[in-house]
């Protein structure tokens, strides 16, 4: 018999700093007549510090529920539900610690513990319900999985099994109870599509696919909730599930639809990631499998993800989201920081007009935009009001939000209306004198006090400033694109920056929902620099007679999430040779710019695609224009020469003091170029293939820290 003594040495290794479910347990009188006993999960934190599910907390949960079970067979309660605290359900396992397991057996008792927990909630002999009041990720959907019934607050902006995108697999139940439940296909889209494309589901989502029985809005959520369980108790109300088992078609539509997965996720990823995968072995299992039977799959799949290298590096990278990026290096007291009552963006087109809904989405303040003309003026407005209301055609905001967004932004071709701004933003040509003659202008009609922020992505900002009579008032502000998606900036200091500028910076960087990480004045900053040095070998390697198919194969060990020919067309190429040749300019002994690159910039591409957009291979045209090199690479050489160049760069970059540590690196990858978790990093891979040893004798992490190879 499995008790808590069972898992001493998981609880040794990783402990718990957050016990949830203490005293939070309370017996609710039903209409009927019946008891239900509702168990809150609460960490004692607000809603800004979700709850989580350590090892210790399981253990307590374990031990509540065997008390419930106790009072259930003497007939003291009828049913047991479990809610959460404010606008917070559960935010799954916690897993700042994971990383601290010492071995196999330790991770499969962290799966084992999962199961042995979330189990009990479907033996206590009377029905169990979990009533999703909040954010829902992880073990907080199993806890749910595991209930008899569920339901779900309209509210919800967040519910999701995320674990494949973070390097493991649901491993306390959902990759067997999921599909069981609502059937293979949606099973597969909330498992693997939505985690590996960053999305969750909202509470209609939810309900709609099944996943719970009744949905409530939030104003009584809770009371209509136990009402409801009531009804259930009663037998008043009989809960119909269309894809129960015995109703989910497992004949030919399962298989077909792992078939289809599989493939989709070939193309679109590769073969290295393993966490997928593993998690479409546990769905093609479930369809034939029994409940232990696959529980027990889960515990080994999760047990080798976590003490595996892929594993590893995800709770790296997971760690650095989580930690760094809420605590970043250098930022002054944010007590400094300026108020921001209104915001200025100079320039009308598609950049600013994703900055000025950004704007007022998160602050909430009045934005002026301006352009050379009425037209370009009056363009932009409309740009910015059809996206609001495409957020309220959606849901997503209220008709009185839309108006009063709405009403937020104006345009003008006079610079004067800058004069009450408290922070101008500049979405102008990437040319220097272009960005120093609008500074140069904007600042004799803003305050002294104004902020002024360059959005370039390659220009030095001290130099961008240098027309400036205050140029301590100006920082660069660097977003990634797509602006609404991306969850980067770079936050530039220049030698002029005062505290104040970049305390606003970083203060304003988290009011619009990005992580900041600040970086020093030099060519490219992080993100476009260690990308400018990938390209720029890529492309070099093009030119001296290595083939497309070769360079795109000597990539593919750093699991960056697009060839370099994709990330070309993606960014545009005619961009991709202006940054070549910025860093050239720059570094020219380090960097390359590219003459084929321009001719294939003035060609217009270099993939070949179907009428569908579908990538079917390299165009001949571009093939043909390239053609001339004397003296190619193997992909093994082009492999080495990247990773020893990155090696030298990276360590350049930290000598020269760009970021603070070799850990902003990877943040700034990881969260402006969609580096994946799996991957830890490019410094730990730099690590692990023995390029650092190899370029400065040294490793930039101590221990090395495992992943990919």
Not at 382 to 399: L, N, P, V, W, Y
Not at 407 to 435: S, Y
Request: net charge negative; charged share 25%.
């Amino acid at each position: 018999m499995t008790t808590a003594a069972d898992f001493a040495e998981l609880t040794a290794a990783v402990g718990d700093d957050e016990v949830v479910t203490h005293s939070y347990v309370r017996d609710i009188a039903l209409p009927s007549g019946k008891t239900l006993a509702l168990i809150t999960l609460d960490n004692g934190r607000d809603h800004t510090r979700p709850s989580t599910l350590g090892p210790i907390t399981l253990i307590e949960l374990s031990d509540v529920l065997d008390a419930l079970k106790d009072r259930a067979s003497r007939k003291e309660i009828d049913a047991v539900g479990v809610t959460g605290k404010q606008f917070i359900f559960a935010a799954g396992a916690d897993l700042s610690k994971v990383s601290e397991i010492p071995s196999r057996a330790v991770a499969k008792q962290m799966a084992q513990l999962g199961h042995w927990t979330l189990g009990k909630l479907s033996e206590l002999g009377v029905p169990s319900f979990t009533f999703w009041n909040g954010l829902a990720l992880g073990g907080g959907v199993e806890i749910g999985l595991n209930s008899t019934y569920r339901t779900v607050d309209t509210s919800v902006a967040a519910i999701g099994l995320p674990e494949v995108s973070l390097g493991i697999i649901p491993g306390w139940g959902g990759a067997w109870l999921l599909p069981n439940l609502i059937g293979i296909e949606s099973a597969l889209d909330v498992i693997i599509t939505k985690p590996l494309t960053q999305k969750t589901l909202k509470g209609q989502d939810v309900f709609d696919r099944g996943m719970a029985d009744a949905i409530f809005g939030p104003a009584d959520f809770l009371e209509k909730s136990l009402l409801w369980a009531d009804d259930v108790l009663t037998g008043k109300i009989k809960v119909k599930r269309p894809n129960e088992p015995g109703k989910i078609e497992r004949a030919v539509k399962w298989d077909v639809a792992i078939g289809i997965a599989q493939k989709t996720l070939q193309g679109r990823m590769g073969t290295v990631p393993k966490s997928p995968y593993r998690a479409l072995d546990l769905l093609k299992a479930a369809k034939n499998t029994d409940k232990k039977t696959g529980f027990a799959a889960e515990d080994d799949a999760l047990a080798d993800l976590i003490s595996g290298d892929q594993g590893q590096a995800s709770m790296y990278a997971f760690n650095l989201v989580q930690h760094r990026a809420k605590r970043p290096a250098g930022a002054p007291d944010k007590a400094i920081a300026k108020k921001i009552t209104k915001v200025g963006i100079v320039g009308a087109g598609l950049m600013a007009s994703q900055f000025a809904f950004l704007f007022v989405r998160r602050l909430k303040v009045p934005v002026v935009i301006t352009d050379l003309d009425q037209e370009r003026v009056d363009k932009g407005v409309a740009s910015i009001h059809a996206e609001i209301q495409k957020s309220f055609d959606s849901g997503r905001i209220t008709h009185d939000e839309l108006n009063r967004w709405q009403a937020l932004v104006t345009g003008t071709t006079n610079r004067a209306d800058f004069a009450d701004c408290d922070w101008v933003i500049e979405a102008v040509f990437e040319e220097l004198t272009v960005k120093q003659d609008v500074f140069a202008d904007v600042e004799q009609y803003v305050s002294d006090d104004t902020v002024l922020a360059t959005n370039t992505s390659s220009l030095s900002v001290e130099q961008i400033g240098a027309k400036l009579k205050h140029p301590e008032r100006l920082v660069g502000f660097h977003f990634f694109n797509p602006v609404a998606i991306m969850p980067l900036v770079e936050v530039v200091k220049t030698p002029h920056t005062d505290d104040p500028t970049l305390s606003t910076a970083m203060v304003t960087a988290k009011a619009l929902g990005k992580n900041a990480v600040i970086t020093t004045d030099t060519p490219g900053f992080v993100v476009n620099r260690i990308l400018a040095k990938v390209l720029g070998e890529a492309m070099h390697a093009v030119d001296t007679g290595t083939s497309f198919e070769v360079v795109e194969q000597a990539t593919q060990p750093f699991g960056l999430p697009m060839t370099p020919f994709q990330l070309l067309e993606f960014v545009g190429l005619t961009i991709g040779a202006h940054v070549l040749e910025t860093h050239h300019a720059a570094f020219p002994d380090r960097f390359f710019d590219s003459d084929n690159l321009r001719a294939l910039a003035d060609y217009g591409h270099i993939l070949e695609r179907d009428s569908k957009g579908k990538v079917k291979g390299y165009d001949p045209k571009a093939i043909e224009i390239v053609k001339g090199g004397t003296t190619p690479m193997t992909a093994d050489e082009l492999r080495i020469r990247l990773e020893d160049g990155l090696a030298d760069e990276i360590h350049r970059m930290l000598e020269e003091h760009v970021v603070a540590a070799a850990e902003d690196i990877d943040l700034c990858l990881i969260l402006g170029a969609n580096y994946p978790f799996g991957a830890g990093g490019i410094t730990p891979y730099l690590d692990r293939v023995g390029a650092s040893e190899r370029v400065f004798h040294d490793t930039f992490h101590h221990p090395v820290i495992k992943g990919t190879d």
